[in-house]
């Protein structure tokens, strides 16, 4: 059974730094992994996707990098700013890209 | 944003009582979930289906029942709603790679 950590459990950091999330998983036979972010009250908003190919993924400030053999995933953050604020969770697709499994999420405050 | 909204967005129901939660997507996407989201638990699954009328159970389906007639629309029910179903649920569509969700529903049961 894939079992999804995240590390660490909430994270509090000045304005301005930049910033690494670490998200571990048991089983590397894996379809892809996503990573989201969510707001207090809100729904998930999908932030990068990267197949089981891929090493890598960047949305501007946002990059997101895999490691399979390793069973690793970190999310980087660069210039963090206090809008970045949120809940990170990072969600790791089976290999038959049916279904995926949740970590318990990385707590971010950025302070201004 | 994905096309996925979800209804109601807050209920306050009686134990005992039958509640029914609607998903609905305009993406056309296969794949559809349930999952509910507790403090210390994070996000489990409840049901998902990966086609009309094909469904499956999740690691909480116990006291949850789902339904797909149509692609655009996923039902989940409690039959007999109790106190430990309070919770709140999110809908989450897919189609070949990337997840989307809804904005969730906060279910109260009293």
């Known amino acids: 059974k894939q079992e999804v950590t995240q590390i660490p459990a909430a994270l509090s950091v000045p304005e301005g730094e930049n910033l690494v999330l670490n998200c571990s998983f048991t089983d590397s036979a894996i379809y892809n992994l996503q990573w989201f972010r969510q707001d207090p009250g809100k729904g998930l908003t999908s932030l990068l996707l990267i197949q089981s190919s891929q090493r890598e993924q960047t949305s501007g400030r946002l990059n997101a990098s895999l490691d399979k053999s390793s069973g690793r995933s970190t999310l980087y953050i660069a210039a963090s700013q206090p809008g970045d604020s949120a809940t990170y969770l990072c969600?790791?697709?089976?290999?038959?890209?049916?279904?995926?499994?949740f970590g318990p999420g990385t707590r971010l405050s950025v302070l201004p | 944003d994905a096309g996925i909204t979800q209804s109601p967005r807050h209920k306050v129901t009686e134990t005992g009582t039958p509640v029914t939660l609607r998903c609905h997507q305009t993406e056309n996407h296969r794949y559809m979930y349930w999952y509910r989201q507790d403090p210390g638990h994070g996000l489990r699954l409840i049901h998902y289906?990966?086609?009309?009328?094909?469904?499956d159970k999740g690691e909480v389906s116990d006291g949850y029942s789902v339904s797909r007639s149509k692609t655009e629309d996923f039902l989940l029910t409690l039959e007999s709603a109790t106190s430990s179903q309070t919770s709140v649920y999110f809908c989450?569509?897919?189609?070949?790679?990337?997840?989307?969700f809804g904005q969730g529903t906060r279910l109260t049961v009293v």
């Open positions: 289906s990966y086609g009309v009328k094909d469904t």
């Open positions: 969600a790791v697709g089976d290999n038959y890209g049916q279904n995926f499994v």
């Open positions: 989450a569509i897919k189609g070949n790679t990337e997840a989307f």
